[in-house]
């Protein structure tokens, strides 16, 4: 089973798919602080070292366009890759005719990518027939989505826009048997453009799917549901190629009809020309009773295998707060998942970072937030924000409870209203998100930069570790995150440090299960 992975970030979805078998033929990711984890975990490619020694020659890590030659690697580790991306005004190694692309990570824009190809047709036909292989049955990847995304600035007009159509321009070069695209639900939800009109952007993406010969699948998912320990939806495009659907469509079940049934439709109506308007296709959503029951029957079940029994904050994480490491069920069963397609290494990415003696006590105040009903929660909140300097006795009630961690370094609990509120005016902050995690919950979806969350237990008042994050999103402790921890100011618009690494990840076991779906239909095609 041979994959192209696009937008490849650290990978954790190439490491999803290598577990169920699959075989990369190339990769390609933007940022080279990403690729410096991808090249180590799948290729035992040690970057930084190389780049200290003074090696240059890298077998599998390859520039399309660098401002820098192979001998400056160091500094092509550190490079803005949005300030040079284009081809020809400075130093590629990839050759021209795709010699050395075989099993290689292609570090560069995709957008130039795609130009590449279109002019090097002899390079473009080799990866096209996987290079020997007997062709590409799968191109996946998960395009950046912060305009997409409803934390981010929802700009219809963005230029991370138009990444997903720079996938569908690939996908279209290599002509694979099916097409995996991820992103965040917020592609569900319409752009407005000046005019009041609605945009779906996740709705342009089936049609241009469909006007290349690829059937769409639209799928709202959640990886909690696969066993990840985070609430994270995401949004799925599952393309299968028009000329493999008809001996695929003779294996369905009733289940599996219904699901491509209004897809099928579509892709007619699209492809020929006809207008589509929103009503002739519709997502399914996991979090419907009927389409789950479809998901449940179908080959989409591996996205759903653990929807009795979430696995949790503590399931994940607890073990990693005092040494030895690993002895939990969630870490020893990820080893176990993972163990054939990472090299053994031990826990790495656990320093804990440094939080002030204020920032401490604000911690704790979090973790309290989290036992008290919604109101109570509400009201601190904005005490803290100093929009509302008062709590009802009600609410005084539940906060008198607990303890609280004061100046003098120790754990108190106030006598009084009054002393509480005065505790609070000395711990203001404009923070929107910060909160601290439920142990007996999945993670929240919001969760890519350290300041996002603080550990749920009364004694760990800080914020997660990278590897503490990576068991959250699934990653086993042999993966192990290169280049810097985290970045700050006018860096955070290019760099990709191990904390973001993480974040916009696709969690390996939900990668995992869409392998495994695809895996089922490729075994379908192969049997007729």
């Not at 040494?323 to 069963?333: E, H, Q, R, S």
């Not at 309290?368 to 009600?394: F, Y």
């Not at 609990?413 to 711990?427: E, G, I, P, R, V």
Request: charge should be positive; include cysteine.
């Amino acid at each position: 089973m041979n994959y192209i992975e696009l937008f490849s970030g650290c990978g954790g979805l190439s490491l999803g798919l290598k577990s169920v078998g699959f075989n990369l033929v190339m990769a390609n990711e933007l940022s080279p602080m990403a690729a410096e984890t991808y090249a180590y975990n799948f290729f035992s490619e040690d970057l930084a070292s190389q780049a200290k020694a003074g090696i240059t020659a890298t077998n599998k890590s390859l520039w399309l366009s660098s401002r820098f030659s192979s001998n400056d690697l160091s500094l092509r580790l550190r490079e803005d890759p949005r300030s040079f991306p284009v081809l020809g005004k400075g130093h590629t190694d990839v050759a021209s005719n795709g010699s050395n692309l075989s099993g290689s990570l292609v570090v560069g824009s995709i957008v130039e990518l795609n130009k590449w190809l279109h002019k090097n047709s002899k390079a473009a036909k080799k990866l096209k027939e996987g290079f020997g292989a007997g062709g590409v049955d799968l191109v996946s990847g998960g395009p950046p989505c912060q305009s997409f995304s409803m934390a981010g600035l929802r700009e219809k007009d963005s230029d991370k826009n138009l990444l997903p159509w720079e996938f569908a321009k690939l996908v279209k070069t290599v002509n694979p048997k099916f097409a995996l695209l991820e992103n965040v639900t917020g592609i569900l939800r319409p752009f407005t453009d000046d005019s009041g009109h609605s945009y779906f952007a996740w709705f342009e993406l089936a049609k241009a799917f469909a006007k290349i010969g690829y059937i769409p699948l639209c799928l709202h998912v959640n990886a909690k549901l696969a066993g990840v320990p985070q609430n994270r939806p995401r949004f799925i495009l599952l393309g299968v190629r028009s000329d493999l659907f008809l001996g695929l469509s003779e294996t369905f079940n009733e289940s599996e009809s219904v699901l491509f049934e209004e897809p099928l439709a579509f892709f007619k109506k699209a492809k020929s020309g006809k207008n589509v308007d929103l009503d002739s296709l519709h997502y399914r959503d996991v979090s419907r009773p009927a389409d789950l029951t479809l998901f449940q029957s179908s080959f989409l079940h591996p996205l759903v295998a653990r929807s009795n029994a979430y696995v949790t904050v503590h399931d994940a994480i607890d073990d990693l707060r005092d040494a030895p490491y690993g002895g939990g069920t969630f870490p020893k069963a990820l080893a176990k998942v993972f163990s054939e397609t990472l090299p053994k290494r031990a826990l790495k990415n656990h320093e804990h970072r440094s939080n002030n003696a204020l920032v401490r006590r604000r911690f704790r105040l979090y973790q309290v937030l989290q036992q008290v009903d919604k109101r109570t929660h509400k009201s601190v909140l904005r005490a803290l924000r100093e929009e509302q300097p008062s709590i009802s006795d009600d609410e005084w009630k539940q906060l008198s409870r607990f303890d609280y961690l004061v100046d003098t370094g120790k754990f108190v609990t106030f006598k009084s209203k009054a002393d509480f509120l005065k505790f609070l005016s000395q711990h203001p902050t404009k923070k929107q998100t910060q909160k601290a995690l439920i142990a007996s919950q999945p993670a929240p979806a919001a969760l890519s930069i350290p300041d996002d969350a603080c550990h749920y237990h009364h004694d760990e008042l800080r914020t997660l570790t990278v590897r503490e994050m990576a068991r959250i999103q699934s990653f086993p402790d042999n993966f192990e995150f290169r280049s810097k921890i985290t970045t700050g100011g006018q860096m955070r618009a290019f760099e990709v440090p191990q904390y973001t690494q993480v974040g916009n990840a696709v969690p390996p076991l939900l990668g995992r299960a869409l392998g495994l779906i695809v895996s089922d239909l490729l075994g379908r095609t192969e049997t007729n």
